[in-house]
């Protein structure tokens, strides 16, 4: 009995290996330069904490990693020779720049977003989607330079994928078969490693938000973070029961007056309590002197 595996499933294992290794690149410059765009609001924090944080950074990213990107590495791992890399590789590239492609984005939202907000980015990235559209391209031009950088790491990727997958697998390939039990455990191997990761560890309790929040400075909470770990794990815990103790037309009713002053006017029934202020006559500018 050969306990080895098939050429195939030994190749495609280099390939995972690659696809996670860019993957775990890619959020560290990712987090590199959220920390210096926002390096204000981390200078207070040492060196060693900053390290600490990308430290602790790399659970969110192995989980992001598996979570966006697991299906591809499962597929990959079939002990069958048809699913070798070399036969469908662009088809591969593909897959795995769709998957990877939600995490960058998110993530080079948050490197601006998060000096409006001082936080990592939760469901109202979904929830104020109209309103993101609607202003998506005045902010595309104002923020270029973000636009260069996600085509800059796409073509980056596409350039080490294939410069390493040809050192990682020698072509033309000769299939060698392997033992199919051995094959198939690796296979079992691969989903059981895949949810680990996903869970974050084996400890007792799976890895949420709050976990990359390990010193009293907040905002190193923030470095650790992954914006499309945020976002996910908001929109999953997402589902409280709306409590409406009256009907909206009837709370409005009784709160737009309070809000109201004479001078003004509700002029955007999308926001109802966003006013407008209007004069009859010229604007009454007054000098107010303190003592």
């Not at 939202?109 to 001082?118: G, H, L, P, R, S």
């Not at 794990?233 to 997402?238: C, G, I, P, R, Y």
């Not at 709370?251 to 202020?277: C, G, M, W």
Request: hydrophobic share 50%.
């Amino acid at each position: 009995m050969k306990f080895k595996l098939n050429s195939s499933q030994k190749d495609n294992l280099k390939i995972i290996g690659l696809f996670v290794a860019i993957s775990l690149i890619i959020n560290f410059l990712l987090r590199l330069g959220f920390l210096i765009n926002n390096f204000g609001t981390f200078k207070d924090a040492g060196f060693f904490e900053i390290c600490q944080a990308f430290f602790v950074a790399l659970r969110f990213d192995l989980a992001v990693t598996f979570i966006f990107s697991g299906a591809i590495f499962i597929l990959l791992l079939l002990p069958f020779e048809k699913i070798h890399f070399r036969n469908f590789q662009l088809t591969w590239i593909i897959l795995f720049l769709i998957s990877i492609l939600p995490v960058m984005i998110l993530n080079i939202i948050d490197i601006n977003y998060f000096t409006i907000v001082e936080r990592r980015s939760t469901y109202e990235i979904i929830t104020l989607r109209g309103e993101i559209l609607r202003f998506l391209l005045p902010v595309l031009i104002e923020f270029w330079y973000l636009l260069i950088l996600a085509f800059g790491l796409i073509y980056l990727i596409i350039r080490v994928i294939k410069r390493f997958s040809e050192r990682l697998i020698k072509y033309p390939v000769p299939f060698e078969k392997g033992n199919y039990l051995i094959s198939f455990i690796v296979f079992g191997l691969g989903i059981g490693f895949t949810f680990l990761f996903i869970r974050g560890g084996l400890q007792e309790k799976p890895l949420r938000p709050a976990m990359a929040f390990f010193s009293s400075n907040r905002h190193l909470g923030n470095l650790a973070s992954n914006s499309a770990y945020t976002v996910l794990t908001s929109l999953a815990h997402n589902d409280e029961t709306v409590v409406d103790f009256m009907p909206q037309n009837e709370a409005l009713a009784i709160v737009q007056p309070q809000l109201k002053s004479h001078f003004d006017e509700y002029y955007n029934p999308e926001f109802p309590f966003s006013r407008e202020t209007k004069f009859k006559g010229p604007e009454k500018k007054y000098n107010v002197v303190f003592k």
